[in-house]
C-alpha cells in the first residue's frame, strides 16, 4: 500500500476529480506491467466515478483490453438484482466502456455454497491487485467488513463469506490481507453523514479494524468531497483549497 494522502474535491468535481485519478493509477500500472488489475466497490459513491471513466472523451485514455476488473464484495443476489454491486457497474461502465467480457471477474456471491464461491475468488485473485478501490458506511465499515465481523480476524483466506448487519445480509467479501497487499488503495468518501468517521480515522487515537474496518485503508489514498472533509480539524484539510493533495 502506497503512502497516506488525502484529496478534496468539490462536490461538482468529485467524480470527474477522482475518475481521473483512478485513470493515471490504471495507466501508470500498464505502463509499467503490461496490465492492470482493480478491484471496484459497490454503493452510490464510486457509481458517477465509473460514468466517468467510462464516457467518451474521457483522459487520460484508458485501454480497458489490458485491464482485468474484480470486485472487493458482492451481495447474495442475482447480478440482475438492484443490490447486486455487479450489476450496477454493469449498467454504469461496462455496458459503455469498451471491457472484454473475459476481462471481468464477478463474485458469484449467489450460489448456495458460498465456501467454495469465496474460496474459488481468493484463489482468482492476484496475488497484489494494482489498484483498490474502497467506500466507507458511516459505522466504519468498508467492503463487506463491519465492526465486529470476524473477517477481520481473517489472517490467510483472501475472500470470505460473511453475514452483514444490513440487508441483504449474506455476502461475500475481501479480508484485510488483500487490503493490505494492493499496489494502491483508494478510499472514496462522500457525505456530510460521514465526515465525523472520516476525522476519526484520519486524526484519531489509533484504533483497531475490528472497532473502525476502514482503518485497514488509513495508509491509502483517501479522496474526499468537501462536506466529508467537514469534520477535520481547523487547519486540516477541511481548510485548504479544493482538489489539493495532501500528503502524510
Known amino acids: 500500500m502506497t503512502g497516506r494522502q488525502v484529496t478534496v474535491f468539490d462536490p461538482a468535481d468529485y467524480a470527474g476529480g477522482a475518475a481521473r485519478m483512478i485513470a493515471e493509477r490504471i495507466v501508470e500500472a500498464i505502463s509499467k506491467r503490461g496490465r492492470c488489475s482493480i478491484a471496484l466497490a459497490g454503493g452510490a459513491t464510486p457509481m458517477p466515478i465509473y460514468r466517468a471513466l467510462a464516457s467518451k472523451g474521457f483522459t487520460p485514455a484508458i485501454p480497458w483490453d489490458k485491464v482485468d476488473i474484480y470486485f472487493g464484495d458482492e451481495r447474495a443476489v442475482p447480478p440482475d438484482h438492484k443490490d447486486s454491486n455487479y450489476g450496477a457497474v454493469r449498467l454504469v461502465l461496462m455496458a459503455h466502456a469498451a471491457i472484454p467480457t473475459a476481462n471481468v471477474h464477478a463474485m458469484d456471491a449467489a450460489r448456495p455454497d458460498r465456501e467454495s464461491a469465496a474460496r474459488e475468488y481468493g484463489e482468482a485473485l492476484p496475488e497484489r ?105 481547523e487547519g486540516g484539510l477541511a481548510h485548504r483549497k479544493p482538489d489539493k493533495t495532501i500528503g502524510f
Open 129 to 233: 491487485i494494482d489498484v483498490l478501490l474502497l467506500g466507507m458506511g458511516p459505522d466504519g465499515h468498508t467492503a463487506s467488513l463491519f465492526p465486529g465481523s470476524p473477517a477481520l480476524e481473517e489472517a490467510e483466506r483472501r475472500v470470505v463469506p460473511v453475514v452483514a448487519p444490513k440487508p441483504p445480509p449474506e455476502r461475500l467479501t475481501i479480508t484485510p490481507p488483500v487490503i493490505a497487499a494492493a499496489m494502491h488503495v483508494v478510499m472514496l468518501v462522500t457525505g456530510a453523514e460521514k465526515a465525523a468517521m472520516v476525522a476519526r480515522i484520519l486524526e484519531g487515537a489509533a484504533t483497531t479494524p475490528a472497532e473502525l474496518p476502514a482503518w485497514l485503508a488509513r495508509g491509502g489514498t483517501w479522496v474526499l468531497d468537501k462536506p466529508a472533509a467537514s469534520g477535520l480539524k
